[in-house]
């Protein structure tokens, strides 16, 4: 499974932005996915996770209620809308896929990384 995440960018504080994660290969559809962010200076955090069906979804405490993760199995797409961003969501974004079909934090269980996308906001 290769990913290609999109969608990043410089955005004021209390704005939104939804990112995009592309996959290909014909598993996309049985794997449990995930976004994590690194900011700078720190180590790379869970932000989400969705289950192979997204019924299962699973947040980090400190985007819950402004996050939100989903996915289109036929576009073989994972998104995340981030609204209410604030200046401490500034990261690099990276979408990953899990050996697993369910919703998992640990960011162990992943084996697919994407490149990751930059956000930026500015307060």
């Known amino acids: 499974v290769q990913l290609q995440a999109s969608g990043g960018g410089l955005v004021q504080a209390g704005g939104s932005l939804r990112l995009s994660c592309a996959a290909s290969?014909?598993?996309?559809?049985?794997?449990?996915m995930g976004w994590f962010r690194q900011a700078p200076g720190k180590e790379r955090d869970f932000v989400a996770s969705?289950?192979?069906?997204?019924?299962?979804?699973l947040y980090a405490d400190s985007v819950k209620g402004r996050f939100t993760i989903s996915r289109d199995n036929a576009k073989n797409t994972v998104y995340l809308q981030m609204n209410s961003l604030k200046p401490q969501d500034t990261a690099v974004y990276y979408c990953?896929?899990?050996?697993?079909?369910?919703?998992?934090?640990?960011?162990?269980?992943?084996?697919?990384w994407g490149q990751g996308t930059e956000v930026t906001v500015s307060s």
């Open positions: 990953a896929a899990a050996g697993a079909s369910i919703a998992i934090i640990d960011e162990d269980e992943y084996i697919y």
């Open positions: 969705i289950s192979w069906g997204g019924g299962t979804t």
């Open positions: 290969g014909h598993t996309f559809s049985s794997l449990g």
